[in-house]
């Protein structure tokens, strides 16, 4: 329509999926070599539920309309409206998990009758959206462009919504001690579930039943320089802020004086409680394609904060670095096709058609929490890990040849705090090792015939097999043997993926021939 190019849509999403209950769900705990030899003095814990298979739906649908404004040749504007609506789940199967009749008074809460919601539908998402370019310089080959936004962005909030197919009402759970696997048939036949008071047998996966959408306001600008007619230089700020993010906390209301409950009974309860923030600076440098050479550099230091990094089951909110929070990251990529020499016909088949590739990634180190000793809330029945003290003239790390990365974390360095204090060492506040490495590749193209070619490529990840060790030993309850020592590799922490996607794991080779036609 003119200068506007205008776009309108309807975003309709249903995932239904079978939850396959196992009937009954049998578990085992051993603490040391000799109860495995022996099959004794074991911890068992067994499960049933009424049903084989349960069938969750989710539903969630999003209107949008966006309007990409040419105003004139240097400026063009992007503005947009999108409008975000997601009820709490069902069940196809017609029973939907149980929740609370309300969270705001543990001492006086029910459960709410079959089939209630899990929390009423937030009508509220919309989410505006603006951001602009703008051409300062159009000199070829010099262009300057300035560009900037503003938008907020929703969460579907569904992580935890499945969560009651484990809890009160669907499943029967019993534990028992000094007993040899496999259970015993009778130890085995539990009860069927039940949501007669006072409440047990199962976990109460509750929610406040006016739960908001999580969402994030996000905001960046960016100024990019083209040097030459193939490589340009971009500086950006990017930051983010999260709000009415979900949280969960375990609650034992027998302990409030509710007597619905029985006294080992769990209330989980999800609500909008945490909140986070980011900022960035972003420098990026890209040459694209050009006599066979094309290269990728990028910096960015940052910093991100909240009172909690995860959802599940926190012992409290507090202000810190979040648990992933990485403050400098440096990343190189570049690929360089060797020319085609135009020698005699024997030196080009053993000269030409060389390829290499090279990568190095380059980070600071992810945060550790310092943890005393667990210790349990009388009021609540919760487990806590609270914040320990400094020790005066005491480094927080020691370093030598003889800790693995050369460095530990002290343990002399750190006191615990009284019961349910919490200490002056903030939350994430030292810090594990940085991660380091190099990948490199060649390959040799041999043409066979018109398009038909035969590729030999060899890989090598973490070519100069540079340890990087990951997860720390965090809790001081872990005693001077061993924390502050990393227990894993990088790679493990992060999940022991295949290093062509993750670093941080050992030297590793592969090699492959590839046919194309």
Same mark, same amino acid.
């Given at each position: 329509?003119?200068?506007?190019?205008?776009?309108?849509?309807?975003?309709?999403?249903?995932?239904?999926?079978?939850?396959?209950?196992?009937?009954?769900?049998?578990?085992?705990?051993?603490?040391?070599?000799?109860?495995?030899?022996?099959?004794?003095?074991?911890?068992?814990?067994?499960?049933? $539920?009424?049903?084989?298979?349960?069938?969750?739906?989710?539903?969630?649908? $999003?209107?949008?309309?966006?309007?990409?404004?040419?105003?004139?040749?240097?400026?063009?504007?992007?503005?947009?409206?999108?409008?975000?609506?997601?009820?709490?789940?069902?069940?196809?199967?017609?029973?939907?998990?149980?929740?609370?009749?309300?969270?705001?008074?543990?001492?006086?809460?029910?459960?709410?009758?079959?089939?209630?919601?899990?929390?009423?539908?937030?009508?509220?998402?919309?989410?505006?959206?603006?951001?602009?370019?703008?051409?300062?310089?159009?000199?070829?080959?010099?262009?300057?462009?300035?560009?900037?936004?503003?938008?907020?962005?929703?969460?579907?909030?569904? &992580?935890?919504?499945?969560?009651?197919?484990?809890?009160?009402?669907?499943?029967?759970?019993?534990?028992?001690?000094?007993?040899?696997?496999? =259970?015993? @048939?009778?130890?085995?036949?539990?009860? @069927?579930?039940?949501?007669?008071?006072?409440?047990?047998?199962?976990?109460?996966?509750?929610?406040?039943?006016?739960?908001?959408?999580?969402?994030?306001?996000?905001?960046?600008?960016?100024?990019?320089? &083209?040097?030459?007619?193939?490589?340009?230089?971009?500086?950006?700020?990017?930051?983010?802020?999260?709000?009415?993010?979900?949280?969960?906390?375990?609650?034992?209301?027998?302990?409030?004086?509710?007597?619905?409950?029985?006294?080992?009974?769990?209330?989980?309860?999800?609500?909008?409680? @945490?909140? $986070?923030?980011?900022?960035?600076?972003?420098?990026?440098?890209?040459?694209?394609?050009?006599?066979? =050479?094309?290269?990728?550099?990028?910096?960015?230091?940052?910093?991100?904060?909240?009172?909690?990094?995860?959802?599940?089951?926190?012992?409290?909110?507090?202000?810190? $670095?979040?648990?992933?929070?990485?403050?400098?990251?440096?990343?190189?990529?570049?690929?360089?096709?060797?020319?085609?020499?135009?020698?005699?016909?024997?030196?080009?088949?053993?000269?030409?058609?060389?390829?290499?590739?090279?990568?190095?990634?380059?980070?600071?180190?992810?945060?550790?929490?310092?943890?005393?000793?667990?210790?349990?809330?009388?009021?609540?029945?919760?487990?806590?890990?609270?914040?320990?003290?400094?020790?005066?003239?005491?480094?927080?790390?020691?370093?030598?040849?003889?800790?693995?990365?050369?460095?530990?974390?002290?343990?002399?360095?750190?006191?615990?705090?009284?019961?349910?204090?919490?200490?002056?060492?903030?939350?994430?506040?030292?810090?594990?090792?940085?991660?380091?490495?190099?990948?490199?590749?060649?390959?040799?193209?041999?043409?066979?015939?018109?398009?038909?070619?035969?590729?030999?490529?060899?890989?090598?990840?973490?070519?100069?097999?540079?340890?990087?060790?990951? @997860?720390?030993?965090?809790?001081?309850?872990?005693?001077?043997?061993?924390?502050?020592?990393?227990?894993?590799?990088?790679?493990?922490?992060?999940?022991?993926?295949?290093?062509?996607?993750?670093?941080?794991?050992?030297?590793?080779?592969?090699?492959?021939?590839?046919?194309?036609?």
């Amino acid at each position: 329509m003119g200068r506007h190019n205008i776009r309108a849509g309807i975003d309709w999403r249903q995932l239904r999926t079978d939850f396959a209950l196992n009937n009954p769900e049998e578990g085992i705990y051993f603490f040391n070599a000799n109860q495995v030899q022996t099959n004794s003095t074991l911890i068992g814990l067994a499960t049933t $539920s009424p049903r084989t298979t349960v069938q969750p739906i989710y539903r969630n649908i $999003s209107t949008f309309v966006q309007d990409e404004w040419k105003v004139d040749s240097r400026l063009t504007l992007s503005l947009g409206l999108r409008w975000d609506i997601n009820p709490a789940p069902g069940d196809a199967t017609g029973t939907s998990p149980y929740t609370l009749s309300q969270t705001s008074n543990l001492a006086t809460a029910t459960l709410a009758p079959a089939g209630t919601p899990l929390w009423k539908t937030d009508w509220r998402g919309l989410a505006p959206r603006l951001g602009f370019a703008y051409t300062l310089g159009q000199k070829p080959g010099h262009e300057t462009v300035l560009r900037a936004g503003f938008g907020i962005f929703y969460d579907l909030g569904n &992580a935890l919504g499945s969560g009651g197919y484990y809890g009160i009402g669907f499943v029967s759970n019993s534990a028992y001690s000094d007993v040899s696997y496999p =259970l015993t @048939a009778p130890q085995l036949a539990l009860p @069927a579930p039940s949501v007669a008071a006072p409440y047990s047998g199962g976990v109460i996966y509750a929610f406040n039943p006016q739960l908001k959408l999580p969402y994030t306001t996000e905001y960046d600008a960016s100024l990019e320089q &083209a040097l030459t007619t193939s490589q340009n230089l971009t500086l950006s700020y990017v930051g983010s802020h999260g709000r009415d993010l979900l949280t969960n906390f375990e609650f034992y209301p027998n302990k409030l004086g509710n007597q619905n409950f029985a006294a080992t009974t769990p209330a989980y309860i999800t609500s909008n409680s @945490a909140s $986070s923030s980011y900022n960035s600076f972003q420098a990026k440098y890209q040459r694209s394609l050009s006599h066979g =050479l094309q290269a990728l550099l990028s910096y960015t230091w940052s910093h991100s904060i909240d009172d909690a990094s995860t959802n599940a089951l926190l012992p409290y909110l507090l202000r810190g $670095s979040s648990d992933f929070d990485i403050r400098h990251q440096f990343q190189v990529a570049a690929t360089y096709d060797v020319p085609n020499l135009h020698a005699n016909e024997l030196a080009s088949s053993i000269v030409n058609h060389w390829g290499f590739d090279v990568r190095f990634q380059g980070r600071s180190a992810l945060p550790v929490d310092v943890e005393s000793p667990a210790v349990i809330d009388p009021s609540t029945g919760s487990y806590y890990f609270y914040q320990p003290d400094f020790v005066q003239n005491q480094p927080v790390y020691l370093r030598g040849n003889q800790y693995p990365g050369k460095r530990v974390i002290n343990y002399a360095a750190f006191e615990s705090a009284p019961a349910f204090v919490q200490g002056d060492v903030p939350r994430n506040y030292v810090r594990g090792f940085d991660a380091l490495q190099a990948d490199v590749a060649f390959h040799r193209t041999f043409p066979i015939y018109e398009r038909l070619n035969l590729q030999f490529r060899a890989e090598a990840f973490n070519i100069a097999n540079h340890p990087q060790f990951g @997860a720390i030993y965090n809790q001081l309850s872990s005693g001077p043997a061993m924390f502050g020592y990393s227990y894993n590799t990088l790679n493990s922490q992060l999940g022991g993926l295949n290093p062509l996607y993750q670093i941080g794991g050992p030297r590793s080779l592969q090699m492959m021939l590839r046919l194309t036609f």
